[in-house]
């Protein structure tokens, strides 16, 4: 069983960084893809990104692409979200998800769900 927890959420302006972590529990994190969602007020939650259990394949959703990045540091069984040049519309809950492939976390299939943490870019 593995336990997901997120944090760095907060409030920023647009156009700022902010840097978001989720640390796991469990002995198998290093065979997981872990990836984040987000869920925006009156929206339903969408993918943002995914990484591989050994940190060499990544996926973005397009409104993302070249702003943000996903990395893991296995030997912290932490996986990060860096989030550049950030825009009023990447104001969300976002969460920190894992399953057993990139593919599955781009389809929803997952396993483990994070509790979530609070971005708000401010115009």
């Known amino acids: 069983q593995v336990q997901l927890v997120e944090s760095g959420g907060g409030l920023v302006q647009a156009g700022g960084s902010l840097r978001l972590s989720c640390a796991a529990s469990g002995r198998t994190f290093t065979t997981y893809a872990m990836g984040w969602f987000r869920q925006a007020p009156g929206k339903e939650r969408e993918f943002v990104a995914a990484?591989?259990?050994?940190?060499?394949?990544?996926g973005y959703t397009d409104s993302v692409k070249g702003r943000f990045t996903i990395s893991r540091d296995n030997a912290k069984n932490t996986v990060y979200l860096q989030m550049n040049s950030l825009k009023p519309d990447d104001t969300a809950v976002y969460y920190c998800?894992?399953?057993?492939?990139?593919?599955?976390?781009?389809?929803?299939?997952?396993?483990?769900w994070g509790q979530g943490t609070q971005v708000t870019v401010s115009s």
């Open positions: 990484i591989s259990g050994s940190g060499g394949s990544t």
């Open positions: 998800a894992s399953a057993y492939s990139t593919a599955r976390i781009k389809n929803s299939e997952i396993m483990y």
